[in-house]
């Protein structure tokens, strides 16, 4: 099952994204300009150094569009995620919406101790495909952004 969904990952990362660019660790892309995938690298261990960096790189990508993203995080490929990387991410990102995208039961952990311990100040959500994650991202769009 793990290895499908990552090869299903990769070829829509061929077909429909457009990148945007990467970190160390980390590839983006978007399916709308204001929806940015973000896609870890396979077993990465998020700390807070690494959580900083990507955080940097997502909030130049909105002040270069001009407004506020959403993003949809293939969570399923970290194998870890520590504290501080939590708080980084919740206190420090500005999104209309997240979608975490969680195919095994590690990313499932992970997102849940996100959602669960970080309280994140956007809307936030854990789904098991990228279609029922890009659906709700676009039903939770700004009026103004549509």
């Not at 407004?67 to 293939?74: D, N, Q």
Request: aromatic share 10%.
């Amino acid at each position: 099952m793990e290895k499908a969904a990552a090869e299903n990952m990769q070829n829509a990362e061929r077909t429909e994204w457009t990148p945007i660019g990467q970190t160390s660790n980390t590839r983006y892309y978007h399916v709308d300009e204001d929806i940015m995938i973000v896609v870890p690298d396979q077993g990465l261990k998020d700390n807070g150094p690494s959580a900083l960096v990507n955080a940097e790189f997502q909030k130049n990508y909105q002040e270069k569009l001009g407004r506020i993203c959403a993003s949809i995080v293939f969570i399923s490929s970290l194998l870890s995620q520590d504290s501080e990387a939590r708080r980084v991410y919740s206190e420090k990102m500005n999104f209309f919406a997240a979608a975490l995208i969680v195919t095994n039961p590690i990313s499932r952990a992970i997102g849940s101790f996100f959602l669960g311990l970080s309280k994140p100040k956007f809307p936030t959500k854990l789904f098991d495909n990228y279609e029922n994650a890009v659906a709700w991202i676009r039903e939770n769009r700004p009026e103004k952004q549509q």
